[in-house]
């Protein structure tokens, strides 16, 4: 049965049982007044944007450049499926199940024949590889990485026209990666090269060979790091070598040209894109950005230099070095317009993926309310979407916008606001405060996802990159060491007040959210109380420094970057002010009722975190609600488990904050996936 049929059978069944559930109407004024002059978006339930079964995406070329590979709903649960380019109908599903945190990997290997693809079972990031035959589709999965507790990732695509690639796994050494390439033609695995315990990082180059690693340089975290280059007497070579703060990224190395190009901060504040002569170390910055970091490059063949990069101070911006490739790009999304591949002209396209030759390429484009995949022929010039159209999106959601304020030490802090539609006035608000800290906060399209939920039911969602984020340059990042207590908290306070004053939020109707470092300021937020939050929300949230940074996994080799930022718990002075910075210390200043989220299997941030903060709340009869689930780890991942994450969200906002909720969800009694 295919997946679609699967779905809709079970829903009957559900619907026939009358059990649909049951909307509640907001109970805040200016909501209330919105929905009685019917001026609300329509209410959407839950399951669309949590566990939307028709959506399809990440779609991968083929080397040969005939097949296509993408995730899909199979069953009632994540899969894989491939099709030949030229027959939409004669699609073959495979149902590996859920894949892991942040969706997982997949790729054909060079032979066009198989197909590469990761799996984490359980959400302790012990995460498997497996290989599917796509011309075998009754064949069972090549599991190449059996072990448990053991963590492999793929590095590279072996030689051309070949079934291998390259992998590093921890198995021999928990504490380091060694290399290894698989044959799937023959289901074998060889050694390739054995980490002395200092390597970081392996890179093969565009010749399908190990050109590189990047190697610690001393037996501490922060002792620097170094770059070097096999040479042909089987030795290595340093090439460049930087400190424990410094950041370089390899992203190609073409051993034909004798060139590298790379994402660097040495000896500058913002990461630029960077290309680097691998005999001599001389460097050239092709690209930076006086705001932000550069954030990615863009190659248009399987060897030479990138042809473009993006940048994201605001809206993402894709910029082509050759006026030709701009050209080229302008006038196939003005075909895809035209042709309804796209509803509107987008706000960003760039390249996701070609085939071997560059013949043909896949585009990811986002619009205001659309985000698609693309497949350009450039021979011909047609342009197909391969990737599922939601038109209703532009009718019921709301765009994000990006804003800027200045905090009261004159820091520019950035972000993003998403207002419901309908709507004029204050209206409920919720902090939705992302994690890391080292990360930020992107533009994104109104596509249905948690966060629109959020705005469907009525809320004002604020997005804030306080200092202490990465992407805007070191001095920004590291604005926020030894404040995450502090004067980081106080960006988020204030980029509060800046909503309130913009007239966006109801100050009497807020709420805070947030994972991991956003669940540690969740519970900073409400013990401050910088402003009256009705409730929060805790996901996977650290709540004891110390112990968070002592039980981390020894592959980790960032250590000196959470002692600089929170401090060194080795140190008694020092652990004892992380301990009065840790939420455990202050549960008691606490008001607001609390909902705390956990995967049990989490190696980031230990369950332990949570389960001390609801006991310690339930001991003095604070209201609080816990979810834990027993197959989930640092993120919650799993459709079902996903489902009832997000409608529990969205019950308790209702509660809180006045908004809609659409009620049970059918697809709530629908089997656990794997």
Known sequence: MGHRRCWAALAAVCVGLGLAGCATAPSHPTLLQAQEAQRLAPLVPARRFVANAERTGGFVLSPNGQWLLWSQTVGTDTGLAVRPVDDAQAVRTYATGNPGRGGGYHNWLPDS????????????????????????PGLRAWTVTPARGVRAYVVARGPAGSARFFFASNERDRSTFDLYEADAATRKVTEVARSDGAVLAWLVGTDARLTGRIRQLGQDDGSGAALEL???TAGWRVLKTWGGFDYLNVLRIDPALGKLWALSNLGRDKAALVEIDTASGAEQVLAQHPQVDVAQASFASMAGPPVGYVVEPDH???HYFDGAWQ?????????????????AAPVFTRLQGRDDVARRVILRSQGQFDAAELLWDRESGAVTRLDTYFPEEAQVLSPVTPLVFTASDGRRIHGYLTRPRGVSGPVPLVVDIHGGPWTRDTWAPATFNARQMLVNRGYAVLQLNYRGSA???????????MESNGRLQQDIAEGVQWAIDQGVADPKRMAVMGASFGGFSVLAQLAQKRHGYRCGIDVVGVADWPRSIESWPPFWRNRHMFIRFYGDPADPAQRAEMLRNSPVSYLGQISAPLLVVHGANDIRVLRQDSDDVVAALRQRGHPVEYLLFPDEGHSISKWRNRLALWRTVEDTLATCLGGRSAGFDLYELMPRGR
């Open 113 to 136: 024949r198989f197909v590469v693809f990761s799996k984490d079972e359980r959400g302790d990031e012990n995460t498997q590889l497996r290989v599917l035959d796509a011309q075998a």
């Open 471 to 481: 992407g805007y340059g070191r001095d920004h990042m590291w604005a926020g060491a």
């Open 327 to 343: 050209a080229q790009m302008d006038t196939v999304v003005s075909r895809a317009v035209t042709q309804g591949a796209l509803p």
């Open 316 to 318: 993402p911006q894709m």
């Open 230 to 232: 096999r040479e042909a």
